[in-house]
């Protein structure tokens, strides 16, 4: 059984950082690209932030380019995101999610099949 389980959140002042971590099981984690994906309250999903298998390639959604880092550790099953800038608009759930193949590529949210059931992230003064 897939299993995603996300820590790390939590309430955070304007401009702070958080480091968000994501413990896998149920499947070769080191077969498949991992991503992050949001959703603020009142609004629809969101992706964040995708890793290849192996670390090499990321990618970012514009808003998060420069602030936030996604990384990933094979040997502990583990994906963590990276915070840091935080600002009121990143307030959301956040989820991690498995990739359908070693390397991320597009597809629409609802096609996603392993969703966490998220971290609260709070930014707020």
């Known amino acids: 059984e897939v299993q995603l389980v996300e820590s790390g959140g939590g309430l955070v002042q304007p401009g702070g950082s958080l480091r968000l971590s994501c413990v896998a099981s149920?499947?070769?984690?080191?077969?498949?690209?991992m991503s992050w994906v949001r959703q603020a309250p009142g609004k629809g999903r969101e992706w964040v932030s995708a890793i290849s298998w192996n670390g090499d390639s990321t990618y970012y959604a514009e808003p998060m380019k420069g602030r936030f880092t996604i990384s990933r550790d094979n040997a502990k099953n583990t994906l963590y995101l990276q915070m840091n800038s935080l600002k009121s608009e990143d307030t959301a759930v956040y989820h991690c999610?498995?990739?359908?193949?070693?390397?991320?590529?597009?597809?629409?949210?609802?096609?996603?099949?392993?969703w966490g059931q998220g971290t609260q992230v709070t930014v707020s003064s």
């Open positions: 999610v498995r990739e359908n193949y070693n390397d991320y590529l597009y597809v629409p949210l609802e096609d996603y099949d392993y």
């Open positions: 149920g499947f070769p984690f080191d077969d498949y690209a």
